[in-house]
Each structure stands twice: as structure tokens, then as C-alpha cells.
């Protein structure tokens, strides 16, 4: 038996600190003139220095349990995707229902860098179809801030942080969406377009200080190219293959890190302009979160509302895309 996958609540928080193009070129040698042509980005958030993806996943979390009515011993499973996590040890996910009240549910982060919404859309499904009683909270946080290098102008004025909550269950009274279809793929010969350092993979003696491989690295205009063909490309394949076309799509909601790169991806599936979803000039790419962030916008915004039909999809760091179909 195919088992549902619904939204059931989504809960946001992003940090106070608003970062504009105007306190970044204090930093960094840029302008606002080329951040605002190049990306559309205008500000971004940034985590206060006792803040972290767990304090900002936590804050997420209890905003969506509170919305749904759930208490978190009701929860099954919390999942967090991240590529920024408090710690490589434990997971965020731990240290989340740790503080969450929520101390013996399964609990385990993900990466799939920008496209963990998506990947762990997936992932719920799929735990949701061989569990039905499954109650799984979902985050997506990110504290991209702290792995920038405030020397690399080509990456530091992308990224921004936030973090979002989503409860997945397979039964709900009044869903917020259902997940219809979802599609996750990847080219990870080109994993090192985008790499974040300071995993286990050298010797980093006690003492010796961090390197610019710490730092989030990218070959800005190699992934460009990558994300506008990827994005395009497995949006049309899961049309396709759920026998629906563009036309019956009421809101496209893309990964939020370049304006152009929404545009470009917009214009190669040939979706008004008016149908597509945009908060990148406020948040920047906030990665795992971004899409999140822009449907939770969208709802509270109202240009999502029930009976909407909405394409999702997403591209990052491994390479990773996917593309989802929601129905509101
Ligand atoms: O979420 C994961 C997916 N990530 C993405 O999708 C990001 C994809 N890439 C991009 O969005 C764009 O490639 C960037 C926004 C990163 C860069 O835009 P670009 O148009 O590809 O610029 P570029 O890297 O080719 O650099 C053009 C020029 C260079 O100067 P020269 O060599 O032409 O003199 C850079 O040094 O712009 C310069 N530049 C800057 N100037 C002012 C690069 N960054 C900056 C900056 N301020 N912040």
C-alpha cells in the first residue's frame, strides 16, 4: 500500500542580524552595484555568536510543534539536513532533541549540502511508506556565515543563515501540502566544485591554526552553468513523468542563490515570471534552508494557498538536484 506524505506544519527562524550589501562592503572589497547586478541579493542574516544550527533548528522546531499540536514525545524521528552542523559529533539532530525534550527518538543529520530539503523530502517518504505511523521532524539549518572567508569576495557575499522546521506524517487532518512526487539526482564527479574543509580528511595537529579549505570554496561560474541545466532539466523530467506540464503549475518555488539563476531557470521552462518564487534579495543562498524559507514565505505571504499545485527544486554542492511536487 502507498502510504501519504504530508506537510502537516512548517515552522521558521532566522537570525535578527540583518547583513546588507551596505555593512558587507565595510568587510570585503565589493560594492552593492556588483552584488545586486551579479546575484540580486541585497542582505542576508547572521547568527549571533552564541546562536548555532542547532539553536536556530531548535527555535525552528518549536515553532512548528506549537502550530501543529504535537509534543515532541509524539515524535518519531528528527532529521536535520545540514552542511554546517554544531558538531561532526553528535549529529545536530541529537543535540536538537536533546534540548527539545525529545531524548529517544531516532535522530541523524543529513548532507546533501543545498538540496538537503529536497533529499530529505525524499528520505521522508520513503521512512513514512514502510512506517505509516511514523511522526518525523524535519529541519533544514544552516550557519553558512561561519564558513565563509571574509577574504574570498566571490563567496562571502552569497551566503546567509536561517533554519526551518517541517513535521511529515502520513495521516493529518488539515495538511499543509502532500508530497506527490520527488525526484533527487547527481553528478558527484564534480564534487569538488563546491567543498566546505575541516572534516577528518587531513591531520590537523593540536595548535596549528585553520586553512582557507576550512572556508566554503567555489567555482562560482563552473556551477552557474551546472545549476541552470540541472534545475531546468529534472523539473521538466518530473512533469513529465507525473503527465503534468508546466501550465499546471500554479507556483515555482527554485533554490534561492542567484537571481539570475532563477531567471535563467524560469525562462527554460517557460513559467511566467509572476509564477516563480523569489526571497533571495532578503536572505541570500541559506542553502538546506533555502527552499523552505521561500514556501514559508510564500504561505505567509498568501501567493501560496490551498489547492495550489507547486514545483520545487534545488541544486548544490556534490553536485546534488532534485525537483518536488507538492500539492497545497
Ligand atoms: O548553492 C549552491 C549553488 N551555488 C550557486 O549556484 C552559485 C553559482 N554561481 C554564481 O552565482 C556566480 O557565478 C557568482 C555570483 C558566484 C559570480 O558571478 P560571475 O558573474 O560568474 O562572476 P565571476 O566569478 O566570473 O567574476 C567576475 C568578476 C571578477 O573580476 P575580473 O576577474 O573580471 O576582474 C571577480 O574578481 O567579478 C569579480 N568579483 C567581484 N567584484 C566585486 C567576484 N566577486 C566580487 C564581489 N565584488 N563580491
Same mark, same amino acid.
Given at each position: 500500500?502507498?502510504?501519504? %506524505?504530508?506537510?502537516?506544519?512548517?515552522?521558521?527562524?532566522?537570525?535578527?542580524?540583518?547583513?546588507?550589501?551596505? *555593512? =558587507?562592503?565595510?568587510?570585503?572589497?565589493?560594492?552593492?552595484?556588483?552584488?545586486?547586478?551579479?546575484?540580486?541579493?541585497?542582505?542576508?542574516? /547572521?547568527? &549571533?555568536?552564541?546562536?548555532?544550527? &542547532?539553536?536556530?533548528?531548535?527555535?525552528?522546531?518549536? /515553532?512548528?510543534?506549537?502550530?501543529?499540536?504535537?509534543?515532541?514525545?509524539?515524535?518519531?524521528?528528527?532529521?536535520?539536513?545540514?552542511?554546517?552542523?554544531?558538531?561532526?559529533?553528535?549529529?545536530? $539532530?541529537?543535540?536538537?532533541?536533546?534540548?527539545?525534550?525529545?531524548?529517544?527518538?531516532?535522530?541523524?543529520?543529513?548532507?546533501?549540502? %543545498?538540496?538537503?530539503?529536497?533529499?530529505?523530502?525524499?528520505?521522508?517518504?520513503?521512512? =513514512?511508506?514502510?512506517?505509516?505511523?511514523?511522526?518525523?521532524?524535519?529541519?533544514?539549518?544552516?550557519?553558512?556565515?561561519?564558513?565563509?572567508?571574509?577574504?574570498?569576495?566571490?563567496?562571502?557575499?552569497?551566503?546567509?543563515?536561517?533554519?526551518?522546521?517541517?513535521?511529515?506524517?502520513?495521516? &493529518?487532518?488539515?495538511?499543509?501540502?502532500?508530497?506527490?512526487?520527488?525526484? %533527487?539526482?547527481?553528478?558527484?564527479?564534480?564534487?569538488?566544485?563546491?567543498?566546505?574543509?575541516?572534516?577528518? @580528511?587531513?591531520? =590537523?595537529?593540536?595548535?596549528?591554526?585553520?586553512?582557507?579549505?576550512?572556508?566554503?570554496?567555489?567555482?562560482?561560474? @563552473?556551477?552557474?552553468?551546472?545549476?541552470?541545466? /540541472?534545475?531546468?532539466? $529534472? %523539473?521538466?523530467?518530473?512533469? @513529465?513523468?507525473?503527465?503534468?506540464?508546466?501550465?499546471?503549475?500554479?507556483?515555482?518555488?527554485?533554490?534561492?542563490?542567484?537571481?539570475?539563476?532563477?531567471?535563467?531557470?524560469?525562462?527554460?521552462?517557460?513559467?511566467?515570471?509572476?509564477?516563480?518564487?523569489?526571497?533571495? *534579495?532578503?536572505?541570500?543562498?541559506?542553502?538546506? $534552508?533555502?527552499?523552505?524559507? !521561500?514556501? $514559508?514565505? !510564500?504561505?505567509?505571504?498568501?501567493?501560496?494557498?490551498?489547492?495550489?499545485?507547486?514545483?520545487?527544486?534545488?541544486?548544490?554542492?556534490?553536485?546534488?538536484?532534485? !525537483?518536488?511536487?507538492?500539492?497545497?
Amino acid at each position: 500500500m502507498n502510504h501519504a %506524505c504530508l506537510l502537516t506544519a512548517l515552522g521558521v527562524y532566522t537570525p535578527e542580524h540583518r547583513l546588507t550589501n551596505a *555593512e =558587507l562592503c565595510t568587510m570585503v572589497d565589493t560594492s552593492d552595484e556588483w552584488i545586486t547586478s551579479r546575484t540580486g541579493i541585497c542582505s542576508r542574516r /547572521r547568527l &549571533a555568536p552564541e546562536e548555532s544550527t &542547532a539553536t536556530m533548528g531548535l527555535a525552528a522546531a518549536k /515553532r512548528a510543534l506549537q502550530s501543529s499540536g504535537i509534543q515532541p514525545q509524539d515524535l518519531s524521528h528528527i532529521i536535520v539536513a545540514t552542511c554546517t552542523p554544531d558538531k561532526l559529533c553528535p549529529s545536530t $539532530a541529537c543535540i536538537i532533541a536533546g534540548s527539545l525534550g525529545a531524548p529517544s527518538c531516532m535522530a541523524f543529520d543529513i548532507n546533501a549540502a %543545498c538540496s538537503g530539503y529536497l533529499y530529505g523530502v525524499s528520505l521522508c517518504r520513503s521512512i =513514512l511508506a514502510g512506517q505509516p505511523d511514523a511522526t518525523i521532524l524535519f529541519i533544514a539549518a544552516e550557519a553558512m556565515t561561519r564558513r565563509m572567508n571574509w577574504n574570498d569576495r566571490s563567496t562571502c557575499v552569497l551566503f546567509g543563515d536561517g533554519a526551518t522546521a517541517s513535521i511529515f506524517s502520513a495521516t &493529518a487532518e488539515q495538511p499543509l501540502a502532500q508530497v506527490r512526487d520527488v525526484l %533527487c539526482d547527481a553528478d558527484c564527479s564534480l564534487h569538488s566544485l563546491i567543498t566546505i574543509g575541516g572534516g577528518a @580528511e587531513k591531520e =590537523l595537529p593540536a595548535g596549528q591554526s585553520i586553512e582557507d579549505d576550512f572556508f566554503l570554496q567555489m567555482q562560482g561560474r @563552473e556551477v552557474f552553468k551546472h545549476a541552470v541545466r /540541472r534545475m531546468a532539466e $529534472a %523539473c521538466k523530467t518530473l512533469l @513529465e513523468r507525473n503527465g503534468l506540464t508546466i501550465h499546471d503549475i500554479d507556483l515555482l518555488v527554485p533554490h534561492q542563490a542567484n537571481m539570475r539563476i532563477i531567471d535563467a531557470v524560469g525562462s527554460r521552462l517557460g513559467i511566467a515570471s509572476s509564477k516563480v518564487f523569489a526571497n533571495v *534579495e532578503q536572505y541570500g543562498n541559506t542553502s538546506a $534552508a533555502s527552499v523552505p524559507l !521561500a514556501l $514559508a514565505e !510564500a504561505l505567509q505571504t498568501q501567493v501560496l494557498s490551498h489547492g495550489k499545485r507547486v514545483l520545487c527544486v534545488s541544486f548544490g554542492a556534490g553536485l546534488t538536484w532534485s !525537483a518536488l511536487l507538492l500539492d497545497f
